[in-house]
């Protein structure tokens, strides 16, 4: 089993940045992709970035791109989202998620709250 442990979040003024982060633990030699999503109010959880867990193959959703940075610490077994120039349409809950194998995603974190303020 892997746990997944988000952090970081919280309010930001439009404009701003923050970094989250995604503390894995447990069997984390298992662990193949990692992914961030995200969960507005009323709307469905969608892909933000992810890739490997080695930090290959990152890809990033439209909305992302440019804006959004995936990154790693290997020694922790944490991955950060780095989001900048962050706009109310950005609040949601963040969600990271890991899979054994590729196209699937066996585990999630329990998410942290961003809220993005005009």
């Known amino acids: 089993q892997v746990q997944l442990v988000e952090s970081g979040g919280g309010l930001v003024q439009a404009g701003g940045s923050l970094t989250l982060s995604c503390a894995a633990s447990g069997r984390t030699s298992s662990i193949y992709t990692m992914a961030w999503f995200r969960q507005a109010p009323g709307k469905e959880r969608e892909f933000v970035a992810g890739g490997l867990w080695s930090g290959h193959g990152i890809r990033y959703s439209d909305f992302a791109e440019g804006r959004f940075t995936i990154s790693g610490n290997n020694a922790r077994s944490t991955r950060y989202l780095r989001m900048n120039n962050l706009t109310p349409e950005d609040t949601a809950v963040y969600f990271c998620?890991?899979?054994?194998?590729?196209?699937?995603?066996?585990?999630w974190g329990q998410g942290t709250q961003v809220t993005v303020s005009s």
């Open positions: 998620a890991a899979g054994i194998t590729k196209g699937r995603w066996d585990f």
